[in-house]
């Protein structure tokens, strides 16, 4: 699975839309982007997933740049709730398990 | 999404007994199950594979008779800490496959600590 590449860690303002990105140079074609994240003593939770097109949920937007080296997760308007460590996570669809890096600490401050 | 359950949340024991965690896909069938540690202010390191039916498959430096993996049916997988030790007090987490689009989802952990 390809490696990636994020911020050791981020803050942003409560209400504001938080963007965190996330390089993966060497991603080939059939690799997804995944994201997830883990608020503190808990297990990770999925966020969402793309291929090559921007995908969008009900918790975030995600941004795959056309050439699919690096993407962006959004959360449009961040909560204190939102604090976490984020992961981006690139893998094959059917690829057997998901490996995590050190991941992004975002704080959302109020 | 898809819930996975865990179980317990947190166990305290006596140095040298044996732990028992349970990982249950709630909504869907999980032909594959993952157990990962995560040891304080580090990421998640993945232990072992499951497949149900057959035997885990252990990654690089996980003892195998320590960390007694058991899936016995397309929901439920178990985790059996042996003999434990101080050491092994950790932060672990399972995880089940499954769905249209083969997401992995996670439980929300189980705390153990070795007296």
């Known amino acids: 699975d390809a490696k990636t590449t994020q911020p050791t860690s981020m803050d942003c303002a409560e209400g504001r839309a938080a963007n965190l990105p996330c390089n993966h140079s060497?991603?080939?074609?059939?690799?997804?982007v995944y994201w997830y994240r883990q608020i503190h003593s808990q297990g990770p939770q999925y966020i969402i997933h793309g291929l090559k097109n921007n995908e969008t949920n009900e918790m975030a937007s995600l941004i795959i740049t056309e050439d699919r080296k690096s993407s962006t997760l959004i959360l449009p308007h961040a909560t204190l709730r939102d604090t976490a460590v984020y992961y981006c996570?690139?893998?094959?669809?059917?690829?057997?398990?998901?490996?995590f890096g050190a991941g992004t600490r975002l704080t959302v401050k109020p | 999404g898809a819930v996975v359950s865990q179980h317990p949340s947190r166990v305290i024991c006596k140095s040298g007994t044996s732990v028992k965690i349970e990982c249950r896909s709630l909504?869907?069938?999980?032909?594959?199950m993952f157990w990962y540690r995560q040891f304080p202010k580090q990421s998640l390191m993945l232990m072992a594979t499951?497949?149900?039916?057959?035997?885990?498959?252990?990654e690089q430096g996980v003892e195998k008779d320590k960390f007694l993996i058991n899936h016995a049916s397309l929901t439920l997988s178990t985790l059996t800490v042996t003999s434990a030790h101080p050491e092994d007090s950790s932060f672990y987490i399972c995880?089940?496959?499954?769905?249209?689009?083969?997401?992995?989802?996670f439980g929300a952990g189980t705390r153990l600590s070795v007296l």
């Open positions: 909504d869907f069938q999980a032909t594959t």
């Open positions: 996570i690139v893998r094959v669809l059917y690829n057997n398990d998901m490996r």
């Open positions: 060497t991603i080939s074609g059939n690799e997804y």
């Open positions: 995880s089940a496959r499954g769905g249209v689009e083969n997401i992995q989802y």
């Open positions: 499951s497949n149900e039916g057959s035997k885990a498959t252990y």
